[in-house]
């Protein structure tokens, strides 16, 4: 079992920046690979990035490419999602996901943390 726990949202300007963390209980945090998604308010969940265990591969979504950017500590159990030059757009409810297989189907999920983006 894999419980995790996401921090870091807020509200902020348009143009500005934020951190997500997602920080995971366990030791076996390291044999996971991790996502985060994100689900705007009347729109179905969607992918934004993705990291493979080691740290060495990372995908994003063509939406957020080239402004944010997924990394992980897995001394620190830690995932975490910088986000630049936020857009209105990317105004959400943001969730961290750990799969040991794909995160087509994560199986873990944690609560979410708001993310306001102002124009």
């Known amino acids: 079992q894999v419980q995790l726990v996401e921090s870091g949202g807020g509200l902020v300007q348009a143009g500005g920046s934020l951190r997500l963390s997602c920080t995971a209980s366990?030791?076996?945090?390291?044999?996971?690979?991790m996502g985060w998604f994100r689900q705007a308010p009347g729109k179905e969940r969607e992918f934004v990035a993705r990291?493979?265990?080691?740290?060495?591969?990372?995908y994003y979504a063509n939406s957020v490419k080239g402004r944010f950017t997924i990394s992980r500590d897995n001394a620190k159990n830690t995932v975490y999602l910088q986000m630049n030059s936020l857009k209105p757009e990317d105004t959400a409810v943001y969730y961290c996901a750990a799969d040991k297989i794909s995160l087509s189907t994560p199986t873990y999920w944690g609560q979410g943390t708001q993310v306001t983006v102002s124009s």
């Open positions: 366990g030791r076996t945090f390291s044999s996971y690979a």
């Open positions: 990291i493979s265990t080691s740290g060495g591969t990372t």
